[in-house]
């Protein structure tokens, strides 16, 4: 056997391993890629479900305890709280805390800004404390509030409540409950951190007379009936 021939051998073998390598490179990757999309999804749906529980939590406690209670939605955090307050909320629209006190300052600056152009008198508006023991809601001591968080790589994409005109999308958002089995009409939606596509967000909508939570694929608005006959026809339907 020539050298010449030796070398072309050696090359033969050697193209065959870096195309074998190749291959198992690609399958390799192309799994790992698949099995990152099911976690992320996984946790897409278990984070849904996390808003879902907290909403029929925040309905029951609002019952068992006669205190109006509210969900508090931090997109920086991405974390859910339950508060209560044993006064009594008039819901107003348009109004960034749906009428209750400020908690940070920017909702100050904003209920401030209100008051000077408002006309007429405005009821007194209730404060709310954090609820600290909920079954479902890990305790921070350092926070000295309960909370539930999305999953890794889960984030508030936006959240509409009827005393906002339009969606939230930042800061603090907030659903109100109400003794006697009512609930403010809202929609979370809850999405991939680096989701781009309608299927990497999921809608929970809460029905207000019912307290049935629904959770739907997807970006779903939140339906807003003209009047108190179409939202009763819609409570039928849901």
Known sequence: MTRRTQRRRQRGVTLIEVLITLSVAVV??????????????????????????????????????????????DFEANTITVEDSPGVLYLQSGDLTGGAEATTEFEKQAIDEGKAIADGPRPTRPSFSPVKNLLGFAYDDS????????????????????????PVTEGRAYVYFFPGGMAERATVQVMKAEG???KDILSVEIAPLTGKTTIHGGPVDM????????????????
């Not at 749906?45 to 879902?52: C, D, G, I």
């Not at 926070?143 to 339009?166: D, N, S, T």
């Not at 339906?223 to 849901?238: C, K, M, Q, T």
């Open 196 to 198: 781009e596509d309608d």
């Open 28 to 73: 390799l990757v192309g799994g790992a890629v698949m099995g990152f999309g099911a976690i992320s999804s996984s946790r897409l749906r278990a984070s849904s479900t996390r808003v879902a529980s907290a909403m029929r939590i925040a309905y029951t406690h609002a019952n068992s305890t006669t205190r109006v209670t509210r969900l508090v939605f």
């Open 143 to 166: 926070k000295k509030v309960a909370a539930k968080k999305l999953e890794e790589g889960i984030i508030f994409r936006q959240v509409e409540v009827m005393h906002e005109e339009g």
């Open 223 to 238: 339906p807003r009936p003209e009047s108190d006959e179409e939202a009763s026809e819609r409570e039928d339907a849901l």
